[in-house]
């Protein structure tokens, strides 16, 4: 998750340095697809190629809303709201397809 003054994020990100390893678990990710959305009830961004604020290469599903600042308390209830619904739907996804990703721990 994060939140700056312009927007908040919330995803789920591949960091292993090994690509081939990243790649394995992002295609499990990818075979999951539609369970993920359907708990989510909604469509995420998948990019495999992506890079953080530190210019690491990083794979990311993820959503976002923009227009909104965590240093505007008016903007807390949404904040909120963006986080906790997708945190619990991520829980719940979780608990479904955890026994997936037993093979790369």
């Known amino acids: 998750m994060a939140a700056d003054n312009n927007s908040a994020s919330i995803a789920i990100e591949l960091t292993h340095p090994d690509i081939s390893h990243k790649q394995l678990v992002f295609e499990q990710f990818e075979q999951m697809k539609n369970l993920l959305h359907a708990i989510l009830q909604e469509d995420w961004i998948w990019k495999f190629i992506n890079f953080d604020e530190n210019g690491k290469l990083v794979s990311r599903i993820y959503t976002e809303i923009k227009e ?3 240093y505007k308390k008016d903007d807390w ?3 909120i709201r963006f986080f906790k619904d997708r945190i619990i739907a991520l829980d719940e996804f979780w608990s479904s397809a955890k026994y997936i990703f037993e093979t790369f721990r």
Do not use: F, H, R
């Open 68 to 70: 909104v600042s965590i």
């Open 77 to 79: 209830p949404e904040l």
